[in-house]
C-alpha cells in the first residue's frame, strides 16, 4: 500500500535553532501533503496544506515565517521550524492522500526544543 | 512500518447505529484511538483504548478491542448527520510514534 516516511522520528534541538522534518510519499505522487501538530489530548491541529510547485496554504493562528513549508517535488515535503522555542515542542505528523482516496500518514515527529 | 486498515466508506441512515471497523498488525500496540475530522479540519480525539481493554463506552461511542484478531471498532450510537466526517483509527506502541488507518469517510443519509 501507500506508505509516506517521516524523518526524523524525534529531534532535541537548541532554543533558537532551525529544525528540518521531512515527509516523502514512497510509492505514489503526492501533490498535496497535509502538516499537523498535536496538542494536549491528543487531537491532531492541521497546520497547512503543502501544494508542489507552489505555496503552502496555512490554517489560521499558524505563522508562516516560523513554520516553513515547501514541497519542491511529487514526493517531497518538508517543515521547517525555524528560530525553534521551547513552546514549539510537540509532536509533529504530515499525510497525504494517494489517489483521493483515504489518507497516508507518516509515524511523526517528536520535536523537543531545550 | 506498522499496517493499519479501515474501509473507505461507510453509508448508514439517520438513527441506526454506525459500526466502522480497524485492523492492524502490531500485537505489542500500547494505545488504539479513534479520531474524527470535518472537512477542512484537524483530527479531533474521539476516544482511545489502552490494550489491555476488552471495551470503552463513552456516550454514543462504544469501542470494542478484540486483541485475539487485532480488531478495533467504533460503534456510534444514534448516528446523526453531524456524525458525517471521516474517522481514523491509529495505533501507538510508545506513544511517540503513531500509525494511523487511511480513514473510513461516514455519510449519514437523512
Known amino acids: 500500500g501507500a506508505v509516506v516516511s517521516q524523518h526524523p522520528s524525534w529531534v532535541i534541538c537548541k532554543s533558537g535553532t532551525s529544525v528540518k522534518i521531512e515527509c516523502r510519499s514512497l510509492?505514489?505522487?503526492?501533490?498535496?501533503m497535509f502538516w499537523y501538530r498535536q496538542f494536549p489530548k491528543q487531537s491532531l491541529m492541521l497546520m497547512a496544506t503543502?501544494?508542489?510547485?507552489?505555496?503552502?496554504?496555512?490554517e489560521q493562528g499558524v505563522e508562516k515565517d516560523k513554520f516553513l513549508i515547501n514541497h519542491a517535488s511529487l514526493t517531497l515535503s518538508t517543515l521547517t521550524v525555524t528560530s525553534a522555542h521551547p513552546e514549539d515542542s510537540s509532536f509533529y505528523i504530515c499525510?497525504?492522500?494517494?489517489?483521493?482516496?483515504?489518507?497516508?500518514f507518516g509515524s511523526g515527529t517528536r520535536l523537543t526544543v531545550v | 512500518g506498522e499496517d493499519v486498515e479501515q474501509s473507505l466508506f461507510l453509508s448508514v441512515r439517520e438513527g441506526d447505529s454506525s459500526v466502522i471497523n480497524c485492523t492492524y498488525t502490531?500485537?505489542?500496540?500500547?494505545?488504539l484511538y479513534w479520531y474524527k475530522q470535518e472537512p477542512g479540519a484537524g483530527l479531533q480525539l474521539l476516544t482511545y483504548?489502552?490494550?489491555?481493554?476488552d471495551m470503552k463506552q463513552d456516550q454514543r461511542l462504544t469501542v470494542l478491542l478484540n486483541k485475539k484478531d487485532k480488531h478495533l471498532s467504533l460503534r456510534i450510537a444514534d448516528t446523526q448527520t453531524g456524525d458525517s466526517a471521516i474517522y481514523f483509527c491509529?495505533?501507538?506502541?510508545?506513544?511517540?510514534?503513531?500509525?494511523f488507518g487511511t480513514g473510513t469517510s461516514l455519510t449519514v443519509i437523512p
Open positions: 499525510s497525504a492522500s494517494p489517489g483521493g482516496y483515504g489518507y497516508t
Open positions: 510509492d505514489f505522487q503526492a501533490t498535496t
Open positions: 503543502s501544494n508542489e510547485g507552489s505555496k503552502a496554504t496555512y
Open positions: 502490531d500485537s505489542s500496540s500500547t494505545y
Open positions: 483504548i489502552f490494550s489491555n481493554m
Open positions: 491509529a495505533e501507538s506502541i510508545t506513544g511517540n510514534q503513531f500509525y
